[in-house]
């Protein structure tokens, strides 16, 4: 028997010298020899499913009309320690990814660079001047907080062995098969400040976590032929960008926290998202504050985004019933009351984000100048149609303000006199947050609004911060009117919106009797108007 079975193993022996030898022939017999081929890629952009979001918020604030926004941001790292220790499976400093994102929104909203060390050199070599630089208004703050690495590990398998001695070849096989998969989640926080003070901004925050995927798969095959072994192995490794997510993350956040502050109905620009509480009560504020007069203008200026030939009047004439018939019909309102709150979220949420828009809203501002300056008084004068008051928009009764402490309200100027034309400025801060509502009195008895205005709708504000009229960087100026006189500033704060017809002024400038327990803080400012100009007191650009 061992003579037969001599040749055959024999023949085995060759059989694998030979295909040993053929290994080696094919991988060049001198080792120093041996070469590989590298593939080439050219550099491309870096894309991410948020680029576009991120341009199109900046288009956003242009064509809601929402002003200039100066953020700073301050270093972002991460706040875990855990990107040393991993060897950078997250990354230590992501401040160029922040940096990128606020530069990347344009629409207005200015990205200052923090960087006080190339400042003050800059200042001391004399290259730059302190008076041209432009201060933010707010700024960015915030880190990566949370990295789970081993939040779900799962792993399966399987292998199969056998061997062919039974039918006389001493032959043996082994398989195996591994995947293993695992679950790692990043958070980000977000807060912005406000520049003056240094205070976060209630509400304006953003907090987002993205789970990350990790893939280990491994094949191998060996075959035994008289104690010699020879194998096949091979594993693949798909691991998602933890540092790619990272980026992902910070565009969200930045979109979401810049999106909340500017009043924008930001959640449109992101797949799968829902719409934004602390907006949406935002615009119920303004919604609820505004006069009669002042929300149908409102409600124009929003159909004229929406291609309607509409008119800012203040009033509600033919054009602007029609344009609302038909955008109710369009998204399913029909049978709601023109004024409702629901209406106008509908207007607020939608507006066209297009080229032909922010063309309208070129259009539309100089609408809103002429209506504030000649047709808002004669339009708060008319009674409004009985479709277009707010039923639920009444003054909150005494009873149910006897319990809440009213704050503070403080308003002052610049200065106590000023000649016809002169710019002025208006400041005022409250002790608890509150609607404000601000009126000036000529000395003719001519009343009109200070705040809120076209340029600062929202008159909700809240305590730690000095507020102007206008705001910084703002396009306009307010400058004094005639008559010459003792003109008086009127400043009213309430837990609930004060509308035009619910401010509690007499006929002669003063504050009625009982405001306080109306439920209102109330203060008063006066400033002389002497010889200059003729010029009317209004916003100016």
Partial sequence: MNQKEFPIANSYRTLVSVVIASLLTACGVNPQNVDVDLNTTLPEAKTTVFNNAVRQLGKANLIYGRGSLHVMSKPVFDRTGTSLPTKGEIPQDISEMVKSTLNGFGGDILYIPYDPEFMINTAQTGYSEWGDKVLPNVVLVGGLTEFDRGLVTKEEGFDISGSAEELGIPMGLDFEDTRKNSLARITLDFNLLDFNTFMGIPFIQAVNTISVHKGLGVDSLGFTVYGQTLGVRGNIKKVQGRHAAVRLLVQLSVIQVIGKYQKLPYWRLLPGSESDPVVLDAVREEFYSLASADRIAKIQEFLYLYSNDVEISGRLDVKTRNAMSKFQT??????????????????????????????????????????????RSLALNETPPSDMVVANASPPKVNDLKAVKLGEVKVWTNKQEFTIGEPMEIFFEVSQPMFVRIVTVNSAGKMATLFPNPYQNDNFVRPGKTFRIPPLGSPVSLKVGAPVGVDKIR???????????TFPLGNDGEFTAGATTQGFSTMGAEFKVLAGSSNQAAFNK
């Fill in 330 to 375: 369009q998204y399913g309102l029909q049978g709601k009351q023109p004024m409702s709150e629901e209406v106008y979220l509908a207007l607020f949420e939608n507006v066209p984000l297009d080229i032909k828009a922010l063309v309208r809203r070129k259009q539309v501002s100089a609408m809103i100048d002429n209506y504030q300056n000649n047709l």
């Fill in 491 to 501: 400043a009213a704060a309430s837990i609930s919106p004060i509308s035009a017809d």
